[in-house]
């Protein structure tokens, strides 16, 4: 299963910090922007979050739904809400069930280790549940712009 422009939203149900499970496909009659993005609590990741924060009324005032997707755990995510006060919730993928349907697993370098990690990347979805836009391999500075750009077009 991998997602691609046109294509529904798929049929998934994920862990929330609102401490829910939440039917991916329910979240229809509002745009989405899900951002996928390596770590909590990171320089790049810390940055694109609260500049979602910075431009969650925007996105709101858009009919816009804002959820960002790591593979972190749910009191790491709770814990990286309550220390920058993000106003939209973060989605728990430890297994990677999210993100492979996204195809947002890639090769990564660091300091010359190879791994397997998250790229950054970012999916619109209109009111329809369908997809279309998707970013992949963000660059953090003006991307949030970016997307508020795009959702103004749908």
């Known amino acids: 299963m991998s997602i691609s422009i046109g294509k529904s939203i798929p049929a998934l149900t994920v862990a929330t910090t609102n401490n829910e499970k939440l039917r991916l496909r329910t979240l229809k009659d509002r745009n989405l922007v899900l951002y996928f993005y390596p770590k909590d609590n990171t320089p790049g990741c810390t940055t694109e979050g609260k500049d979602f924060a ?5 996105f709101s005032e858009l009919d816009t739904q804002i959820l960002g997707v790591s593979r972190e755990s749910l009191r790491s995510h709770q814990n990286f809400i309550d220390k920058f006060d993000f106003p939209f919730d973060l989605i728990s993928d430890p297994e990677e069930v999210l ?13 010359g280790r190879k791994y397997m ?12 549940g369908k997809l279309k836009h998707e970013i992949r391999k963000v660059k953090v500075k003006g991307h949030v712009d970016e997307v508020l750009s795009l959702v103004k077009q749908l």
């Open 54 to 58: 910075e431009a969650y009324k925007e």
């Open 99 to 111: 993100c492979k349907a996204f195809d947002v697993i890639k090769e990564k370098n660091m300091y």
């Open 117 to 128: 990690g998250i790229e950054r990347s970012t999916f619109i979805f209109d009111k329809k």
